[in-house]
């Protein structure tokens, strides 16, 4: 036991000098864009690092996160267009800043954080004796510089099914286009406040988004390029600039454990017997460090 506990220390001490060793290439890389390019792009990137260096707490920051993501589901339903509305676009863009800042103190600066989802498949599935049980997918978050609401929301759901507040999931829907997933109808974590989108990081094949409107917290997995299906203008006829938020990218598992297993579930769109579904049966953060893939576990403190 002791000997465990040395070793998570060592972990979390190691994350939290890549944290500094981050921020400290990133001073470096400042100072050479002062020497070539100038003051102008200098600030800008000055205004970042003060990101990664907030001084409030983490409890400061969620607070000030879970006051500001109220503000915006209130405007939210009034039904203003969002993505033109001025007053919208200051209440989104302060919720943005300070998920940044939140999600910097929590995970720590360096980018991208991962999920791994372990799969567990049912007896209902026809490869069942030949390919067992397990399988497991990573997904790769997207940087928050562009979606921090929609990183934020799917790190939630991992974070409490690490801390053992809320474990149901499981892959209940076979589309042509996407494989979606359910997080229980219980979930303590809250649809998006907004719909999150950002033109850089579109619904590609092998990306993982959001469903419903307002999104979240099931996603999906997309097995077709769903730019145009789930983009801006998509899913209803009110707003031009409404999408599903896209929040990671599948990055292992995608060919042998997407396309050639969970697409293969009894059954087409919604399955309503849970005996045919792919259940989750393990989420997992991890974050840059020095593991031997550059990654290490990430730890709950509470």
Known sequence: ???????????????????????????????????TDGKTKLTKVAKNIRFLQSEESEDELLAMVESLDKKVREIKDTGVIMETDEASLEATGKLQDATRKLLAKR???????????????????PDFEENGPDGSILIEMGPSSLIPHSVYTFMEEAKNWMS?????????????????????????????????????????????????????????????????????????KHNPYEADACFGKIIEGFEDVVLKRITKMPGKEFINDPKKHVLIKKMTIYVPGDGPDGYVEWEPTT
Not at 112 to 118: A, L, N, Q, S
Not at 164 to 174: E, S
Request: charged letters at 20%; aromatic letters at 10%.
């Open 1 to 35: 036991m002791e000997k465990e506990q040395k070793i998570r220390r060592d972990a979390k001490n190691r994350q939290k000098l890549i944290g500094i060793i981050a921020v400290t290439c990133i001073i470096c890389f400042v100072g050479a864009i002062f020497m």
């Open 107 to 125: 995970y720590g600066p360096a980018e991208p954080y991962r999920v791994r989802v372990d799969l567990e498949f049912q007896p209902s599935i």
């Open 164 to 236: 053992g507040i809320w474990q149901v999931g499981a892959f209940h829907r076979v589309a042509n286009h996407v494989l979606q997933v359910t997080m229980g109808n219980k979930n303590p974590v809250k649809h998006l406040a907004f719909q999150e989108y950002h033109k850089e990081y579109p619904h590609k094949k092998g990306t993982v988004g959001y469903c419903g409107r307002p999104s979240g917290p099931c996603w999906y997995a997309s097995i077709l390029d769903n730019t145009r299906n789930h983009g801006p203008g998509s899913q209803q």
